[in-house]
């Protein structure tokens, strides 16, 4: 389940950036990178929904990656989840990091609404931090 919500949250900006998605790759990279640990499978009304993968350190609280299937998308999911990570930071005094690729604008905008600072960009991302 968690795959095929990261495709279909990143499989465009991914061809926008690199120009293709090459599956096989991308199921190797997801099953490497993927703590099953940290990997929190989101349910709403019963229903998997998408993933959240948070890494915490005595430094910060780290939104690895997020992906909430497309028909999901817009109620208010991922404010939520980054919300709950704000207020776990607030109450441990940590800052939250996060980042996404330049092509995610409803992304930015949700982080700069929620607060967060722009701290570092490359050709392809842009890092975020909470105030």
């Not at 900006?13 to 940290?38: N, P």
């Amino acid at each position: 389940m968690s795959y095929q919500a990261k495709e279909s949250g990143y499989r465009s900006h991914v061809e926008r950036i690199w120009g293709k998605w090459d599956d096989a790759w991308q199921i190797t990279e997801h099953r490497k990178d993927f703590d099953t640990d940290l990997l929190e499978i989101v349910t709403c009304d019963g229903v998997d929904v998408g993933y959240i993968y948070v890494i915490r350190s005595a430094q910060a609280i780290k939104l690895v990656d997020m992906a909430i299937f497309p028909e999901y998308r817009g109620k208010g999911i991922g404010t939520h989840l980054v919300n709950s990570l704000l207020a776990e930071a607030r109450r441990c005094s940590l800052p939250v990091e996060l980042g996404a690729f330049k092509t995610n604008l409803s992304a930015i905008k949700l982080y700069e609404r929620l607060g967060f600072t722009r701290v570092s960009e490359t050709d392809t991302h842009i890092r975020f931090i909470s105030r």
